[in-house]
């Protein structure tokens, strides 16, 4: 990602209840929240042991051994919640080579609708792959391990209530959002292009309401950016529901346009919102720096953005059905 630039470079609980009650209201369109997994609130232990693992494989750029060790680890983590992985290939053209991408999703169906039709998406992801790196070792914990460890905290929780809500989620870990060389023109967010593509070729695209990004959420001083790309009333949700669980402090953050893979699903009419703190030490010293490690993240950031989510799904589901 990168800020326009400045060349510095449910569950809180899913607040409601779906339930019996929710699946007519899917039809009514009211949005409702989760009775099933009210009792499986956002763990984080488990991101952060899915930080660790993936700090554990090193450097992981698209087309690499260890990023394709990192995308059987996401479709393992997502069979074993009951979700149904889908490898989304692709070659690339890149400044210096063709490089092999590979998506990774899995969806979380609504209950199904008296009318018939599929019921609304809204679009949940972060992008897994690190950037290439020759001068040191990239293990990239907070860009983007942190916000891929939450996504996959997150459908652990969702698909809890598979099948029983008005919305239908889909969980994207997107791989090819850092540039080779430079993040300019089309060097960038090469999975998130090529899902929005598919989402166009395949007539699947009218039923996507919305994308909320997740990127760089480990820092231990964890402050989102108002991201000035981002749509304003899916920012006003999320930052509005941290204020309400207590986690205001972690909203709020300098206004900045900031360009990463939410866009290319603006570019094809999906009102988007980038959940990001791009300020990662010291002047964002620690940002494609040795230093994003480990000991620079924190466990408590986790838990605070998977909860800021939670919390914000149950109204962005009624916005979602309006």
């Known amino acids: 990602m990168r ?21 007519d209201a899917t039809s009514q369109g009211q949005g409702q929240g989760a009775n099933s997994v009210a009792s499986m609130p956002f763990d984080a232990a488990r991101a952060w042991t899915h930080l660790e693992k993936q700090v554990a494989l090193g450097p992981r750029p698209s087309g ?3 990023n394709d060790k990192l995308k059987a680890y996401l479709e393992d ?24 991408f590979g ?21 949940l992801g972060s992008h897994f792959d690190t950037k290439r790196i020759k001068d040191f070792e990239f293990i990239s914990a907070n860009d983007a391990g942190s916000s891929t460890a939450v996504l996959l905290e997150l459908a652990r929780v969702l698909a809890a209530a598979r ?7 889909r969980l994207l870990f997107i791989d090819g959002e850092e540039a080779v060389v430079e993040w300019e023109g089309d060097d960038n967010c090469y999975g998130s292009r090529h899902h929005a593509r ?32 981002s749509d304003a009333e899916l920012q006003r949700i999320f930052f509005g529901a941290a204020k309400r669980i207590g986690l205001g402090a972690h909203v709020d953050g300098p ?3 900031i360009r990463d893979d939410h866009l290319s699903f603006m570019n094809v009419g999906v009102k988007s919102v980038d959940l990001i703190d791009f300020s990662y030490g010291p002047n964002n010293q620690h940002w494609h720096h040795a230093a994003d ?16 989510v939670l919390a914000g799904l149950p109204e962005l589901e009624r916005w979602a059905l309006k």
Request: include cysteine; hydrophobic fraction near 45%.
């Open 163 to 169: 099948g029983k809500g008005p919305v239908a989620y």
């Open 198 to 229: 598919a989402l166009e070729k395949s007539g699947e695209l009218a039923r996507v309401k919305a994308f909320v990004l997740l990127d760089m959420v480990g820092d231990k001083e964890l402050k989102l950016h108002t991201d000035t790309y």
């Open 3 to 23: 800020p326009r630039r400045i060349h510095w470079a449910v569950l809180a609980f899913l607040c409601a209840t779906w339930a019996a009650a929710a699946c």
């Open 103 to 123: 998506n990774v999703y899995a969806d979380v169906e609504a209950a199904p609708r008296k009318d018939g039709k599929p019921a609304p998406l809204v679009i």
């Open 293 to 308: 490690t480990l000991d620079n993240c924190s466990k408590a950031s986790l838990d605070a953005i998977g909860r800021i």
């Open 77 to 100: 983590e997502l069979r074993a919640v009951g979700l149904a992985p889908v490898r989304e290939s692709f070659r690339a053209k890149t400044p210096v080579d063709e490089t092999e």
């Open 255 to 257: 206004r900045l346009e």
């Open 64 to 66: 690499s051994p260890a």
